[in-house]
Structures are given as C-alpha cells and as structure tokens.
Nanobody
Framework: VRFVESGGGLVQPGGSLRLSCVASGFNFREYAMSWYRQAPGKERELVAVIPARNNLTSYTDSVEGRFTISRDNAKNTVFLQMDNLASEDTAIYYC???????????????WGQGIQVTVSS
C-alpha cells in the first residue's frame, strides 16, 4: 500500500490550497477516504470524509463551507480543496483509507505519510 500526497505548503490567510492523495496497492473504490490533520501540541482530528459508494460527504464544523473533499476512482485519488484558509488550519494533513468487512467484522485502515500545510502572513 502506498500513498503520494501533494499540494501542501505555505499560504497566506484567506488563500487556497488543494491537497491530493494518490493511492495504490488496494482496491481504492471500495474504501471510504478521509482527511485528518494534526496541529502542533494537539490530537489528530478528522477533517472530512467521503464514502466509497456515494458522495455523502461530511466535515468537521470548523471547516464546513470552506473545505471540499472529492474523489476520482479512475485515478485512485482523493482531493481536499481548502479555501479561505486561516492560521488555525495550520497542521500536518493525512489521508486515510478505511473499509469494514461485514463478514469478518474486521476494519482495515491505511494512512498516508502526511503533508504540511502552513497558513501565515
């Protein structure tokens, strides 16, 4: 399993970034994809989720209306469009793939290596 994350970097408050996470080594279209982030001194938190079989996305309250998660199953890629960024969005962002096998009652998760997003003037 491998993830290649890109699109992070330094941006001014009010700016935008688009994160990409290209996955390989598993059946991407069968997995729910999500983005997490971890700021310095804080716990990792869930930012956005997109299920495997529909587009019923969900977001943590602090990013609702500013961030958009999407996926391209043909390219094994999940995106996070981040608009109107603020300093509190500064963190390392991680993509995650997850699936729950109903027959075995087993959950499987794969994590990306993380990418830095810094919002500062």
């Amino acid at each position: 399993v491998r993830f290649v994350e890109s699109g992070g970097g330094l941006v001014q408050p009010g700016g935008s970034l688009r994160l990409s996470c290209v996955a390989s080594g598993f059946n991407f279209r069968e997995y729910a994809m999500s983005w997490y982030r971890q700021a310095p001194g804080k716990e990792r938190e869930l930012v956005a989720v997109i299920p495997a079989r529909n587009n019923l996305t969900s977001y943590t309250d602090s990013v609702e209306g500013r961030f958009t998660i999407s996926r391209d199953n043909a390219k094994n890629t999940v995106f996070l469009q981040m608009d109107n960024l603020a300093s509190e969005d500064t963190a390392i962002y991680y993509c995650k793939a997850a699936i729950f096998d109903l027959e075995t009652a087993k959950a499987t998760e794969y994590w990306g290596q993380g990418i830095q997003v810094t919002v500062s003037s």
